[in-house]
């Protein structure tokens, strides 16, 4: 490799870094927003889990007062 | 609760086409990313002290990669902006129709107008700590994005602080609105003051070969496709836990 | 015997709202006086700041922002009180019991604050000289620092009031007060610190001069017009 060559290339191994990191940070920064909005569908999904529970808990209750009144 | 609350519509034509964007989107960003390194041609800098054949080409300049920073960097600040015209728009709704779900769109418009920003501003660091020698520097567009951001922060501290879903719907909605002036000026200001170092790229001169406008263009559709994606995911997400909070209102009674 | 009454025209509402604004104010003096002594307190602080510079230090060019961020802070104090006093006593509900138009509530806040603004100007800018500008002689063209000076004031004046009226009925409302009015005038802070530190320490009269005060005459107009469309559903809120 000539002295010109060196020159023309001078530039490109030291902002190789940057230029890994900024690709590196748009990714990540997408990364933790889609972990973020999953956390919140799975905050919502136990929600319904809650209300199916509870819901059968009401059926039961109901079949109670129903034999009850037998 | 708000009375007028209509459920927004999930699940029609706008949630099939957002799977479709989403992944067209992961698709366009990819092919940008490797077109990136391999086809957009180098941009040249500093003249060096020689000419030496490179490929089919005689080379007299420095060639530069710090550049590539830009082809993610631009497409990621046009979606945020676009994100924030979302956020305008569905606050205007609001004072419209006093209807919460627009509340809601424009506060998850917001929300991915944040993330977009945080990524513009990560690759703009790399770019200036690279290419200027500073992290950071009082440049008018640096300065306009950063006072953007800014109100982005703000209007989440001014959600933050009101109780009652009505009102804060209102107060976000007229910041949100107001908020918005500053786009247009950060997107016109690199032509407003000739002063500024950063780079003018949207103009019919730009000078830009098919081969980095190609790249440059399926990285800009591409995140667009994914701001839309990532925008219904969440708005389906809050609009199953209005329901699920009216639900279990109805079981409480 | 019939009683007359006539709806009273839209200027006569805004005189008198204005001047209920003015009355109370210069019957207590309360929030001018404060926002007097904080401007000079700030410029206490300045000097302390500034005690350390050498002597070629060039205070001319840095007068202009200093001077801004002199009279952005005194207005974030005097606009959180200003509504304040609406919400006292039930005076604001009064108002917006009478059947005006909401708009005229805006324009006469904004006038008032405006009016106290510019009084507290009036004090500050010979302090200011006194201070940190005899040592050195500014451009023949000073007095010109009034336009930028006044074109600031009145959009401060204007997106301020906005803002006051959302932060009043929120949590930490000072705070929140200068979370959001500091990024919104800042357009408008860094185009007349521009012009008014090219008139006073000399330079570009024609071309920055006239193009920063274009800006932020341009910033001001967009800014209260918005104000004005949307303070209705801010105050009724």
Known sequence: MNSVLQEIYATILPSAPFVIAAYALVWLVLFVYVVYSMTRFKKVESQVGLLEQSLSGMEKTGDATASVLK | MDRSATKPAVGGLADKLALVLLATGTVLTTVAFILTFTVASPVIGAKVSGVELIGDQMIGNQLLLSQKIFYFHMPVAIASMVALGGTAFFGIRFLMTRDAVYDMKAKLCTEVSLVFILATMATGEMWTRFEWGVWWTWDPRLTTYFILMLMVFGYFVLRAAVEEPERRATYASIFGIIAFVDVPISFMITRLIPSSIHPVVFRTDSGMSPDMLVPLMCSLFGFLMIAFGLYRFRVRTEALALRVEAVKDQIDE | ?237
Not at chain 3, 63 to 82: C, D, E, M, P
Not at chain 3, 121 to 133: A, R
């Open chain 3, 1 to 237: 015997m019939a009683v007359t009454s006539h709806k009273p025209s839209t200027f006569a509402q805004y005189k008198t709202l204005l001047l209920k604004d003015l009355q109370r104010e210069f019957r207590t003096r309360d929030m001018l006086s404060s926002m007097a002594i904080y401007a000079l307190l700030v410029l206490v602080v300045y000097g302390a700041a500034l005690s350390q510079t050498g002597r070629q230090f060039d205070i001319l060019q840095m007068s202009g922002g200093l001077l801004w961020a002199l009279i952005v802070f005194t207005s974030l104090l005097g606009l959180n009180r200003s509504f304040g006093y609406e919400k006292e006593d039930g005076c604001l509900e009064g108002i917006l019991l009478v059947p005006l138009d909401r708009s005229v509530v805006f324009l006469a806040k904004a006038t008032s604050n405006l009016v106290f603004l510019l009084l507290v100007e009036i004090v500050v800018l010979p302090l200011f000289y006194f201070f940190f500008l005899t040592t050195t002689a500014p451009a023949p063209t000073w007095p010109m620092m009034l336009l930028p000076l006044f074109v600031g004031t009145v959009g401060i004046a204007g997106i301020g009031t906005l803002l006051s009226t959302i932060t009043v009925n929120t949590r930490g409302k000072d705070v929140l007060l200068a979370v959001l009015f500091i990024p919104l005038v800042f357009p408008l802070l860094y185009a007349c610190v521009s012009a008014t530190t090219v008139v006073v320490a000399g330079g570009d009269i024609e071309g920055i001069f006239m193009n920063s005060v274009l800006l932020a005459a341009a910033y001001d107009l967009i800014m209260v017009l918005l104000s004005w469309v949307l303070y209705d559903f801010a105050v009724s809120a």
